[in-house]
């Protein structure tokens, strides 16, 4: 039972263009939501994070949106740049991190 | 500041084989986490601990074992490999859990069982 889905195993975007990565979850008890990104043979790094009582939080290029009414959670890169290129995972939080399966964007030149 | 290491990077162990994966980090940090990385499945977490000589059953944790003896290790033991047991290894840390916590993860440990 998958509590937090990443329903994308991959996407690819033109350099200069969004990235829209999508997370679901089915936890209402979920109040805190995060992003991490993770390059081959590295650890998993965080990106960025949105608390449950707020719908938009922004970081540079990055934007995460939050629906809770739909359990739906987004990330926006803008521009995308091939230094993007990596997993991204979306993870929730009741007290311990539940993970998506990961979604790797890759950002052609 | 190191942050959080792990050794081994790499191990090749036969079935029926014990190991121990040592993590490490230097940032004080109260809670630390054992998860394992496969193909299509995210990252589950095997073991957490939430303070020195503390720990807790995570998702997946048959078949491992834990220890914190001390507030900035934190072992994860296999007693007798099994080929399902194929993974990269992550260690975590974090200050605090829940709500505005974040996690600060390591490089990772390529385990392979034949």
């Known amino acids: 039972d998958q509590q937090v889905k990443q329903n994308s195993p991959s996407l690819s975007v033109q350099e200069g263009r969004i990235s829209i990565l999508n997370c679901d979850y089915t936890?209402?008890?979920?109040?805190?939501f995060l992003w991490y990104k993770k390059y081959p043979a590295e650890g998993p790094t965080f990106l960025i994070s949105?608390?449950?009582?707020?719908d938009k939080n922004e970081d540079g290029r990055f934007t995460v949106f939050l629906n809770k009414s739909a359990k739906h959670l987004s990330l926006h890169i803008v521009p995308s740049q091939p230094g993007d290129s990596a997993v991204y995972f979306c993870?929730?939080?009741?007290?311990?991190?539940?993970f998506g399966q990961g979604t790797e964007l890759s950002v052609k030149p | 500041n190191a942050g959080v290491t792990q050794t081994p990077k790499f191990r090749v162990l036969k079935t029926g084989q014990s190991m121990t994966l040592l993590c490490a980090q230097d940032?004080?940090?109260?809670?630390m986490y054992w998860y394992r990385q496969d193909p299509g499945m995210g990252l589950r977490l095997i073991h957490y601990?939430?303070?020195?000589?503390?720990?807790a059953k995570g998702e997946v944790p048959d078949g491992y074992n834990v220890s914190r003896l001390k507030k900035q290790n934190f072992l994860l033991g296999l007693e007798s490999a099994a080929p399902s047991q194929t993974s990269v290894y992550f260690c975590?840390?974090?200050?605090?859990?829940?709500?505005?916590?974040?996690?600060?993860f390591g490089p990772g440990t390529r385990l392979t069982v034949l």
């Open positions: 975590a840390s974090s200050y605090s859990a829940g709500h505005g916590s974040t996690e600060y």
């Open positions: 936890n209402s008890m979920f109040d805190y």
């Open positions: 949105i608390s449950s009582i707020k």
């Open positions: 993870a929730a939080s009741a007290g311990k991190l539940i």
């Open positions: 940032m004080n940090h109260e809670y």
């Open positions: 601990s939430v303070g020195e000589g503390t720990t």
